[in-house]
């Protein structure tokens, strides 16, 4: 369904102060089309019927009488439509316009007109009053209107009411202006439903925009055709005005909940028949999560620029987009004319304006989106634009000199009017690399026609990478992710997932790494199988060991060693130095070998079970006496160990794995020392004295063992890196073959490792 066709049912809302002699009324239509055509305008009200030909490619105007104009509220102007027929499709612009207070719409053929619209309009300005109009295609066609404030014939705010019209009747409602807030006479939202087929028009007599306060001087007419509920749309672009400063722009719900963002901001959540209204002096893109209105003003002169009045124009959801459209401009003289093209940003090489390829450098990018915009000035007269995508065009005037300052119009170019069904959102989100502000940065989108929106952004890992997501509101079409390389030489990744509204969820890897030119950039790969960093291949390793050991042992015998009493628990020194080779896996997992030379350490101690007794020669007496018989391992024994590394962060592991000791030899010193009493010695004149037994029979070659720990590494030059681990060791079984002998160690080791 496109906003051409071979007939129209139109009408012109009233129009600042009614008086012909100092402001006369100019009514006037502007018909274009592809093909010539043959024309019949009629009002029957007022008996007026003019036959026209319009060639094709060319615009003609045709003015038609001021009594044409609707002046009542809530009374049925019978036969008072403007009746369009034509033999070939083609488009309609009217005009409204006393001096200075000017507004265009497009005309909307009866094959897009539809059953159920809300309105939009703007607030009271002094005397002059927000309107709309209501034209019925076919007879008896019955009407429900709900006003969103209270009307002018006294009907209450929000209570429906009904009006049945015959083909080509009129049905104008202004709403009554309370003393204290104006703002409350607003009709914006009111909502209409029809039996048949109908044309709603709404706009405003003559309004301030913004209205303050203080209000912006001065107020100009507005008016559009409004299109059915059944063509809004979600996703919106708003491109700022060509010579203005700013801009105002409201955006209507007909759905409770209906949430609303600008550029990715969620702003409000509207209940039906709701409106948000916001100035702004940048390109925007709205979107919200149920089909809305969307319209934009321009502002009066006196907000700074001096240029130009109030003006109303639609912006057409991208859903509704077309690949084509035949314009005119409606007024001739000492007028600037405009027209905003928003297309996607791939397309823009493909855009021609009356035959003519647009240059790409007009374009400006559309903030993340992935949308253009350019501002085009335009001549007099009837153009022809087109493109290879969809795209939307708006088109716009503002006066200038002693005749045509302080005035304006607009309206929008067309769209497809399509009724709009939410299609289920199956596809997941995408993402695409930009530079941002000189940022590096990810986009991850949900802003297709049907998308609805992402809920989440979960960073699952990251490497060389810091990574900074942008806050997050359940709905909102894009969101961005900075990266900043921690070393803008080294490699690294991070690995997110997104989640829309509706539980779609696609993984990303984003690398970092070196191109063919030798340059490290950044590349976006689906899923989180890519590998970025390429595998450093092996390492080897030396490194220095110190240890605590832990012996407990039970045993009063073991092997060739007997002593009265029981060997115990102790604790020593140990370690030494040894070699390591590593090859990573994964970037997060690496398999290692270490093999160490260790000493045993820690002495261990039984004390005799039995006291016994001894004649001191000088006294005479028999003193109690008792000894103790000290073990100490003589050798040491390499110790290979397998692990795994898992890194938790670039320079942080944890480190498994289990471990072969072989002794080295079976060597020990035994030796007795006196307990009680003091000061008696030995033979040889010392309290302790080595025993002829220097090794351990049943002292076992192999012990299996298990160790844990934590360990960190950091480059240090070039190839090299340095790394300090911290483990537990704890040995299965006993270092005897025939007793109860246990140990363990927590070790400390540093070192380097080199890359190969």
């Known amino acids: 369904k496109l906003p051409v066709g071979n007939e129209f049912w139109l009408t012109f809302m009233q129009n600042f102060k009614d008086d012909e002699s100092k402001a006369p009324l100019n009514l006037e239509l502007f018909i274009t089309g592809d093909q010539d055509a043959k024309v019949v305008i009629e009002i029957k009200a007022i008996k ?65 007109i539809g059953k159920e619209y809300r309105v939009m309009c703007y607030h009271v300005t002094e005397d002059f009053l927000p309107v709309f109009a209501i034209v019925a295609a076919e007879d008896n066609t019955v009407i429900e209107i709900t006003p969103n404030a209270d009307t002018y014939a006294g009907r209450p705010k929000n209570v429906p009411f009904e009006v049945t019209l015959n083909k080509g009747d009129v049905y104008q409602v202004k709403p009554t202006v309370k003393r204290f807030n104006k703002k409350e ?110 319209a934009q003003y321009s502002q009066g002169f006196d907000n700074g620029d001096s240029i130009g009045d109030p003006m109303m124009l639609l912006i057409t959801p991208t859903q509704q987009f077309l690949k084509q459209y035949r314009f005119a ?33 007009l374009f400006e990018p559309l903030g993340i989106s992935r949308y253009s915009i350019a501002f085009i000035p335009i001549p007099f007269g009837t153009h022809y634009i087109k493109a290879d995508e969809p795209f939307g065009m708006y088109s716009y005037g503002f006066g200038f000199g002693n005749v045509d300052a302080y005035d304006a119009y607009g309206n929008m170019g067309g769209q497809s009017f399509i009724e709009y069904v939410q299609i289920p959102d199956t596809i997941k989100p995408t993402a695409d690399y930009k530079l941002i502000n000189n940022k590096h940065s990810i986009i991850v989108r949900d802003d297709r026609t049907d998308d609805t929106g992402l809920q989440k952004i979960n960073l699952i890992d990251s490497i060389g990478i810091l990574a900074k997501i942008s806050p997050i509101s359940s709905g909102i079409p894009q969101a961005t992710i900075e990266m900043v390389p921690k070393n803008p030489s080294e490699a690294g990744f991070i ?49 220095a060991k110190t240890s605590i050991n832990f012996h407990n042992a039970d045993f009063s015998k073991s092997g060739n060693v007997s002593v009265p009493g029981t060997f115990s628990s102790s604790t020593g020194r140990g370690g030494f130095f040894g070699f390591l080779a590593a090859y990573p896996i994964t970037h997060k997992l690496t398999l290692s070998a270490r093999l160490s030379y260790d000493t045993f350490g820690g002495t261990l101690v039984a004390p005799d079970s039995i006291i016994s007794r001894y004649l001191d020669t000088a006294t005479r007496q028999y003193l109690p006496f008792s000894e103790k018989h000290v073990l100490q391992l003589g050798g040491g024994y390499f110790d290979f160990s397998l692990a795994g590394e898992y890194y938790f962060v670039r320079y942080l592991y944890g480190i498994a794995g289990f471990n072969l000791s072989f002794n080295v030899s079976n060597s020990i010193e035994l030796s007795k020392e006196i307990v009680t009493p003091q000061g008696l010695v030995y033979k040889n004149g010392s309290r302790s004295t080595t025993l002829p037994i220097n090794e351990l029979s049943s002292l076992s070659g192999i012990n299996l063992g298990i160790y844990g720990g934590i360990g960190i590494t950091y480059p240090v030059f070039d190839k090299f890196s340095g790394f300090l681990e911290s483990m537990y060791n704890q040995q299965f079984g006993s270092l005897i073959d025939d007793g109860d002998w246990s140990f363990s160690r927590i070790s400390l080791l540093i070192g380097l490792r080199y890359k190969l």
């Open 48 to 112: 007026y019927k003019k036959e026209i030909f319009v060639p094709a490619g060319t615009v003609l105007s045709e003015i038609v009488s001021h009594l044409a104009q609707v002046k009542s509220s809530e009374t049925i102007e019978s036969g008072l439509a403007v009746h369009i027929t034509s033999d070939n499709p083609i488009s309609v612009y009217g005009l409204n316009r006393r001096h200075q207070t000017t507004d265009t719409y497009l005309g909307l053929p009866t094959n897009v």
């Open 185 to 294: 006479a607003d009709l914006t939202g009111s909502y209409i439903k029809s039996n048949k087929n109908i044309s709603v028009f709404s706009g405003h007599q003559c309004s301030y925009v913004p209205v303050g306060p203080p209000p912006v001087i001065a107020c100009n007419h507005l008016a559009e055709q409004m299109p059915p509920i059944t063509s809004w749309g979600k996703h919106f672009y708003i491109g700022k005005l060509k010579g203005r400063s700013q801009f105002t722009y409201r955006v209507l719900a007909n759905e409770h909940d209906t949430k609303v963002f600008e550029n990715s901001t969620l702003l409000k959540v509207l209940r039906a028949g709701e409106y948000l209204e916001r100035n702004s002096n940048q390109n925007l893109q709205i979107t919200a999560d149920k089909p809305v209105l969307v």
């Open 329 to 361: 401009t409606p007024i001739n003289g000492s007028w600037n004319h405009h027209i905003n093209v928003v297309a996607l940003t791939k397309s823009i090489n493909s855009i021609t304006l009356n035959g003519r390829r647009l240059d790409p450098k």
């Open 495 to 543: 690995k997110f997932e997104a989640t829309d509204v509706s539980g779609n969820t696609a993984q990303f890897t984003i690398c970092y790494h070196l191109n063919e030119a030798g340059s490290f950039v950044y590349s976006i790969n689906d899923g989180l199988n890519a590998k970025c960093i390429k595998t450093p291949g092996f390492e080897i390793g030396a490194f």
